[in-house]
């Protein structure tokens, strides 16, 4: 089983909405967490090496992973999804934006 993260900023709306929509699925293992502060569950070395693919909403989270995770993101594939913060939880076209650019890489 693979195991997935999605991030985004707080980890209110966007990477919540990813792992709502893939935690039931029998091919992964789903989490998601933000880069802020004030992230609902701020992203740590140990999410980082738990996973086997990052998903980053846009390129300033993969930025951040990278500056602040060195080690822990060496050997492990992020992938920017180039989804803005323009969407609440659950948002119907959040959800369509989401398995549109999460699809090719599942």
């Not at 998903?55 to 822990?72: A, D, G, R």
Request: aromatic share 10%; with cysteine.
């Amino acid at each position: 089983m693979k195991n997935i993260l999605f991030v985004c900023s707080r980890n209110k709306w966007r990477s919540l909405t990813a792992e709502t929509i893939y935690k039931n699925s029998a091919d992964f293992c789903v989490k998601s967490a933000g880069t802020e502060n004030s992230a609902r569950i701020k992203i740590n070395s140990k999410l980082i090496t738990w996973a086997d693919q990052i998903f980053v909403m846009e390129k300033h989270h993969k930025q951040k992973l990278l500056q602040n995770f060195p080690v822990e993101t060496e050997n492990t594939t992020i992938l920017i999804l180039e989804i803005q913060d323009n969407y609440k939880f659950m948002d119907k076209e959040l959800i369509e934006e989401i398995k549109i650019s999460v699809s090719p890489y599942l």
